[in-house]
């Protein structure tokens, strides 16, 4: 497997660097604030808690929390584990060499990259840069997907360029992996950072009968610490597969995670409003700034989440760019480069509430 650039990045410069514009987790909620949210049971379950082994799949509690997130999932069709671990349990489980799989790009990297190490023919399925914004073309979909197909990945809204897609354009995405009958693994990790919430679309599980949905607590919740996260799916033998493997990675939850993790989805409607208020008010102040710098940078409007993936309209390739400004201003953002994507892109977060002074960094230094 390749090394994760994106990781090997942020793992060198997140905590040498004293302003972090390209985080893409949403501001962190502070143990304090979060417990202060407990209801009576979840509080007590905190008191009480044995720092012992917790359940393979995670706790019935929380199982039962999750599964209230979708139309159509019980909680026997919940496996709680970090996000980064299931996309990795998932590959493992649903792929072999040789296989087709088609994903969206530019990608997280293990969206593709489990898939290559494995072996498999990796159709990339690009968004491209518009003048209002980005665009996926679902005939490339259509003209792609064959019987010989595996897998189709999928990750709205998307990391690193803030795109969405419509509720009629999930439709016809599951209109064809249905016709070919290909399992669609779908990343709604930003699920919850929407702009609005009626752009908030329903999960692949629930619309889609061998679709598998992938979300959790590192994004629009603030809670990237906790490592939690949790795969939906209706194929029982899949979750079975993911949780052999298990017992080779984490084997189970940490159990102070999977509290804190139940207390907060019982206020997620509070803790989502929160990242919801952070983000509107970041991105209008975002539109601005790329309005003001119309001849260093092309603003690639975001439609959803706690990304965007802007242009810098200038001769200086991106990286270096990028590593003036770490040097310079001790000013991180993430080159497009390290999503494999041509072109001087960059990633910036919006998701933080010092993002105003971080932008005011960035400004000053142009
Ligand atoms: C699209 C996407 N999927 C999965 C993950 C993994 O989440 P975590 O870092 O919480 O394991 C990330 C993290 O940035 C992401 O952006």
């Known amino acids: 497997m390749q090394p994760f650039a994106l990781e090997r990045y ?3 410069y997140e905590f040498s660097t004293k302003h972090i514009l390209s985080a893409s987790d949403c501001e962190s909620l502070t143990m304090q604030e979060l417990l202060s949210m407990a209801d009576e049971e979840s509080q007590s379950l905190w008191n009480s808690l044995k720092l012992s082994y917790t359940e393979t799949l995670g706790h019935p509690l929380l199982l039962t929390e999750i599964a209230k997130l979708y139309r159509a999932i ?3 069709q919940v496996l709680v584990a970090a996000p980064e671990e299931l996309i990795f349990m998932a590959m493992q489980s649903l792929l072999s060499k040789g296989d087709h799989v088609i994903v969206t790009t530019p990608a997280y990297q293990s969206l593709h990259e489990i898939a290559t190490s494995i072996g498999c023919l990796v159709d990339r399925w690009e968004l491209h840069p518009t003048v209002d914004g980005w665009t996926l073309n679902l005939q490339f979909l259509a003209d792609h997907v064959t019987d010989k197909t595996k897998l189709i990945l999928v990750n709205f809204p998307h990391n690193p360029t803030g795109h969405h897609i419509s509720s ?9 992996a249905r016709k070919h009958n290909v399992p669609l693994f779908s990343d709604e990790m930003y699920r919850g950072a929407e702009y609005r919430t009626a752009d908030r679309l329903p999960p692949f599980a629930d ?3 061998r679709g598998i949905s992938l979300w959790g607590l590192s994004k629009s919740f603030a809670l990237p610490g906790l490592r939690i996260g949790w795969l939906v799916s209706k194929n029982a033998d899949f979750l079975a597969k993911c949780s052999r493997l298990r ?3 984490t084997i189970c939850n940490s159990a102070p995670g999977e ?8 206020q997620r409607e509070q803790i989502l409003q929160r990242t919801r208020t952070i983000i509107v008010k970041n991105l209008d102040i975002a539109s601005k700034f790329f309005a003001r710098h119309s001849e260093f940078f092309s603003w690639l409007k975001p439609k959803a989440g706690s990304v965007a993936f802007p ?3 200038k001769n200086t390739p991106i990286e270096e760019f990028c590593r003036n400004l770490i040097e310079r201003s001790s000013l991180l953002i993430t080159p497009g480069s390290l999503f494999q994507y041509p072109g001087n892109h960059f990633r910036i977060g919006i998701g933080r509430i010092d993002f105003p002074e ?3 960094i960035l400004e000053a230094s142009l």
């Open 74 to 76: 019980p909680p026997s």
């Open 358 to 360: 971080s932008l005011a």
């Open 311 to 313: 242009i810098l309209r």
């Open 168 to 176: 009629e354009e999930q439709r016809d995405i599951i209109q064809i």
């Open 259 to 266: 509290i804190l993790g139940l207390i907060a989805l019982r």
């Open 247 to 249: 017992d080779y990675l």
């Open 207 to 209: 619309e889609y009968e």
């Open 10 to 12: 942020f793992s060198k």
